[in-house]
C-alpha cells in the first residue's frame, strides 16, 4: 500500500546515513571503475556501474514513500563530493538523473510494489539514466556502436542485478538484525511472521 505521509525525523536521519555511507563508497567506488576499465574496457566498467545506484533503492526499499529515491542518490553525490571528488558538478548532474530514474520506475507502480522485479527495473532506469547523462555531457565519440551498445547492455545488467537483487539483499540482511523494526521494510516483516505463526502446524 503507498504510504503518502511525510518523512519523519527517524526516516530522515536513515536516509541521511545510509546514502552517506554509500556517497564515500561511491568516491572509492569510481578509482576500482577505472582499474576495471582500464583491464575490461568499457563494457567492464558497465557491469559495475549498478554500484552507483545502490542508495537510492536500499533506501527506498527499506522507507516506502515518494520521493525517497531521488533525494537518497543526491545525499549519496553530496556526501561523494565531500568525501574529495574532483568533478562535483558531474557528480550531481548523475545523482540527479540517476535518482530520478530509480524513482521513475517505482512510481510507474504507484510506489505500492517493492518486489524484487520492480527494484531491478528501479536499477535498471537508474543506469539507464547514467548511460544518456554520460552520453550527453561527454559523448561516446570514442567508442564503435558496437562497443557503445555492449556497454549499455552491460549497464542495464548491472542495474538489474548489483542495484536491484544487491540493494534488495543488503536492506533484508539489515532487516534480519531488527535495526529497521519502526521502518515500513521491518513492519512489512513483522506482519508476513505473524502470518507464518497464525498458520495451523501439523
Excluded at 576495471?36 to 533503492?57: E, R, T, Y
Aim: glycine share 12%.
Amino acid at each position: 500500500m503507498k504510504n503518502t505521509k511525510p518523512l519523519n525525523l527517524r526516516e530522515i536521519v536513515v536516509i541521511a546515513s545510509i546514502s552517506a555511507v554509500f556517497g564515500v563508497l561511491y568516491l572509492l567506488w569510481v578509482f576500482f571503475g577505472q582499474l576495471i576499465q582500464g583491464i575490461f574496457g568499457p563494457v567492464g566498467h558497465g557491469l559495475i556501474s549498478g554500484f552507483w545506484i545502490m542508495a537510492p533503492i536500499v533506501c527506498a526499499y527499506i522507507i516506502r514513500k515518494p520521493g525517497v529515491a531521488l533525494i537518497a542518490e543526491l545525499v549519496a553525490a553530496g556526501t561523494e563530493i565531500l568525501a574529495g571528488s574532483v568533478n562535483a558538478g558531474a557528480v550531481l548532474i548523475l545523482g540527479l538523473t540517476q535518482g530520478f530514474g530509480a524513482e521513475l520506475a517505482l512510481a510507474l507502480f504507484l510506489y505500492r510494489s517493492y518486489r524484487l522485479p520492480v527494484l531491478m527495473l528501479a536499477g535498471m532506469f537508474g543506469t539507464l539514466a547514467n548511460f544518456i547523462t554520460i552520453y550527453f555531457m561527454y559523448g561516446y565519440s570514442q567508442y564503435s556502436s558496437i562497443i557503445t551498445t555492449f556497454m549499455l547492455v552491460a549497464m542495464l545488467v548491472s542495474g538489474a542485478i548489483l542495484a536491484g537483487w544487491g540493494s534488495k539483499s543488503i536492506a533484508d540482511a539489515l532487516g534480519r538484525t531488527g535495526v529497521l523494526d519502526n521502518f515500513a521494510l521491518g513492519k512489512i516483516n513483522r506482519q508476513k511472521r505473524v502470518k507464518k505463526d497464525d498458520l495451523p502446524h501439523h
